[in-house]
């Protein structure tokens, strides 16, 4: 079963930047689409940005031109950098499959967009 560990969080000020890792136990990027998604406190959980094994990616229109994602196969670690961040990007980030999610949800890793 394949594990899936997200780092990187934590308080920056409004136009900020992070970088969120997610790093997993086995290669399974070349396989799967992988994604980012995020939830804010009493709402569900949305879909972020995703990648596809050959590298096209997506967004959602609210954070498209601020964040990228990206893999790096060789460390099995896919990222999310976050530019431009602003107060609604405070959530809980995590990482799984797209559409869908095959693996067990990790703890995430909260982030906090605040001044």
């Known amino acids: 079963q394949v594990q899936l560990v997200e780092s990187g969080g934590g308080l920056v000020q409004p136009g900020g930047f992070l970088r969120l890792s997610c790093a997993a136990s086995?290669?399974?990027?070349?396989?799967?689409?992988m994604a980012w998604y995020r939830q804010a406190p009493g709402n569900q959980r949305d879909l972020v940005a995703w990648?596809?094994?050959?590298?096209?990616?997506n967004y959602a229109a609210s954070v498209k031109g601020r964040f990228t994602i990206s893999e790096d196969n060789a460390k099995n670690t896919m990222y999310l950098q976050m530019n431009s961040l602003k107060p609604e990007d405070t959530a809980v980030y995590y990482c799984?499959?797209?559409?869908?999610?095959?693996?067990?949800w990790g703890q995430g890793t909260q982030v906090t967009v605040s001044s």
């Open positions: 086995r290669n399974i990027f070349s396989v799967y689409i």
């Open positions: 990648i596809t094994p050959s590298g096209t990616t």
């Open positions: 799984n499959t797209f559409p869908r999610q095959i693996v067990q």
